[in-house]
């Protein structure tokens, strides 16, 4: 279990917002927004108007429905000597940090999909709250999937400042295995809660 934690309101606020917590598409449904992990789409696009290089989430295209194409992070990139791939997810960056065994196609789309259906709960392809939405872009919320307990801290002293110190971890080893199958354990909180603790909704 990780112990160092940055707890995150714009996270929290998701949680908060959604009112409840969907994993694997809300009792298993075949849902569009789960990516076939078994798939591996990498985009190596350097091309970028943004401050946070290829990463970055524009107004128009955190609205758009997420692809989950993993996109690697070029050299010279400003997000280089932090990570090495992201996924954009409505108004979030989910990347894989730069840091120990290289993470995986596989866990970085987990983590984006789990992102995504927070913020689409219904999974209809449009994010339900567009200006919790919106705030989560303006803070440049970011969730990086790490090996180890002090993999963020590389993460923050390397990138911090570009996403506003708005990062929360989430370790490759306390992501459920099989595409999130027995994360129901984690509802026996209220579906309807609005204080589900931040750091039990985040480990997948």
Partial sequence: ????????????????????????????????????????????????????????????????????????????DPLAEAATKC???????????KVGVDITDAKLKHAATIAAEWLDNNEDGIVDDSAVNNSLLERTATVVVINGS???HFF???????????????????????????CGAWRKFPVNSRHLPGQRVVHL
């Avoid at 091309?47 to 050299?75: K, W």
């Avoid at 990138?159 to 027995?182: F, H, I, T």
Wanted: aromatic letters at 2%; hydrophobic letters at 45%; one cysteine or more.
């Fill in 1 to 76: 279990m990780l112990r160092r934690r940055v707890v995150l309101p714009c996270l929290l606020l998701v949680v908060g917002a959604m009112g409840a917590v969907s994993c694997g598409g809300g009792g298993g449904s075949a849902s569009p927004m789960a990516p076939t992990l078994t798939a591996t789409t990498t985009s190596t696009t350097t091309a970028t108007t943004s401050s946070l290089g290829v990463c970055g989430i524009s107004a128009m295209a955190a609205s758009v429905t997420p692809t989950f194409e993993v996109i690697t992070i070029p050299t010279g």
């Fill in 87 to 97: 996924i954009r997810v409505f108004g979030v960056m989910v990347m894989a940090n």
């Fill in 150 to 152: 002090d993999d963020l």
């Fill in 156 to 182: 923050m002293v390397r990138a911090g400042w570009l996403v506003q110190q708005n990062a929360q971890e989430v370790g490759v080893l306390e992501m459920a295995p099989d595409n999130c199958k027995g």
